[in-house]
């Protein structure tokens, strides 16, 4: 008897856990069409994948963009395929405007496209260059950056240019920014009446490659200082030429200048921002 009923025992528990695999994996078939339903796939259709295009925007930023996450005074990633009208057109000479496409770009899923073809007469120097400017008379520190991706250069290539002081007077201060036909990142100040430059070498461009551009400017007069970040490298400068000027109207240009006639040049930028505080 004692062996009968231990044997009933363990049929039983036997058969309670046969059911309790049962259920469970009947709910799992139910979540699993409940879930092919929503993403409105075929039963045992695979669920999509996503590529790094589709999460770089918001990566580790619950899905925001990256002005969301930036919280700039301005700031334009190129998300429609229309130029903003916070933009206007600072230069067109011997070039055609700039377009939005979205053949590559660091956040979903457009970039600003400057492409200069070589030119057929001859005809020098060449640009296309948009500018937006920022509402700031007083700051103690300036920040500005954005990714671009150098597709053809061959050439020295103006990059981007701020303007920390009134970019309408002739006492200008500003901040250069070039690409040099050995494909260095060039940082030059440059002060008007009378005109002055300096200069320092950031470091080589990843061509046909995006790169991440920031500069940080603390514009205390007794101990100004710039720091660019670049492609994750940190650079320390101090500038001689930015003190002084009338602090307002403040803008960045960026685009494409060449000062000869040929070769060509492409270029891409994404992620533009700007901060003072």
Request: hydrophobic letters at 40%.
């Amino acid at each position: 008897r004692t062996d009968l009923r231990e044997w009933v025992f363990a049929a039983k528990g036997e058969m309670r856990r046969r059911l309790m695999l049962v259920s469970v994996a009947s709910a799992a078939a139910v979540l699993m069409s409940g879930c092919s339903a929503l993403l409105g796939l075929e039963p045992g259709e695979a669920p999509p994948t996503l590529d790094a295009g589709d999460v770089a925007d918001g990566a580790g930023g619950g899905g925001r963009s990256f002005c969301e996450l930036k919280q700039a005074m301005f700031c334009d990633s190129f998300d429609n395929p229309v130029l903003s009208n916070s933009w206007s057109q600072a230069e067109l000479k011997n070039a055609k405007a700039p377009t939005i496409d979205s053949v590559s770009a660091t956040s979903p899923k457009y970039s600003l496209l400057f492409d200069l073809p070589a030119s057929e007469s001859g005809a020098s120097p060449r640009g296309s260059r948009i500018l937006t400017g920022v509402d700031k008379v007083d700051f103690a520190s300036l920040r500005f950056g954005f990714s671009f991706r150098p597709e053809i250069l061959l050439e020295y290539t103006e990059l981007a240019i701020f303007f920390i002081s009134n970019r309408q007077s002739d006492d200008v201060r500003r901040i250069n920014l070039w690409v040099t036909k050995d494909g260095l990142l060039t940082l030059g100040e440059q002060k008007f009446s009378p005109s002055k430059a300096a200069l320092k070498v950031i470091g080589a461009v990843k061509v046909d490659e995006w790169n991440e551009l920031e500069v940080f400017y603390e514009s205390a007069p007794a101990s100004e200082s710039i720091r660019v970040t670049f492609n994750g490298a940190k650079i320390d400068y101090a500038p001689t030429l930015l003190a002084g000027g009338t602090r307002a109207n403040m803008g960045l240009e960026i685009g494409t200048y060449m000062p000869g006639a040929t070769p060509a040049a492409r270029f891409r930028y994404d992620d533009v921002f700007i901060d003072a505080k």
